[in-house]
C-alpha cells in the first residue's frame, strides 16, 4: 500500500509564506510527476505545481513567481513553498504522485494525499 501524507499547512496572513511537505511511502520503485493541486470552496481541484522525476517544473499562471516546488527522489518527498501569500490562495492543498510504480516494470497508477488546509487571511 502506498500512502502520501501531507504536512506544512495551516493559518497564514496575506504576504506571508507556508511550505508544505508531502511524503509518499509504501512499496514504490518510481514516481514520474508529483504536484501539488488544491481546491477552494464550490471550485474544482486545479494544479498549482507539478515536478517531474528529472526536475521539470510546471505552475500555474497564477502561482508562478510566488510558488516554488522541489523533490528528494531518494524519500520520494515534494515540497512546496508558498511564499506572498493572498486570500484567493486559500483552499485545501493535495499532493498527487503520478506514474507511480511499485516495481521496475509494474503498472503505473495514480495516488492522492488527504489534504491539508490553508488559509490566508487579510
Known amino acids: 500500500q502506498v500512502q502520501l501524507v501531507e504536512s506544512g499547512g495551516g493559518l497564514v496572513q496575506v504576504g506571508g509564506s507556508l511550505r508544505l511537505s508531502c511524503a509518499a511511502s509504501g512499496s514504490i520503485f518510481s514516481i514520474n510527476v508529483m504536484g501539488w493541486y488544491r481546491q477552494a470552496p464550490g471550485k474544482q481541484r486545479e494544479l498549482v505545481a507539478g515536478?517531474?522525476?528529472?526536475?521539470?517544473?510546471n505552475f500555474a499562471d497564477s502561482v508562478k513567481g510566488r510558488f516554488t516546488i522541489s523533490r528528494d527522489n531518494a524519500k520520494n518527498t515534494v515540497y512546496l513553498q508558498m511564499n506572498s501569500l493572498k486570500p484567493e490562495d486559500t483552499a485545501v492543498y493535495y499532493c498527487?504522485?503520478?506514474?507511480?510504480?511499485?516495481?521496475?516494470?509494474?503498472?503505473?497508477?495514480?495516488?492522492w494525499g488527504q489534504g491539508t488546509q490553508v488559509t490566508v487571511s487579510s
Open positions: 515536478i517531474t522525476s528529472g526536475g521539470k517544473t
Open positions: 498527487n504522485a503520478d506514474g507511480l510504480r511499485a516495481t521496475m516494470y509494474g503498472m503505473e497508477y495514480d495516488y
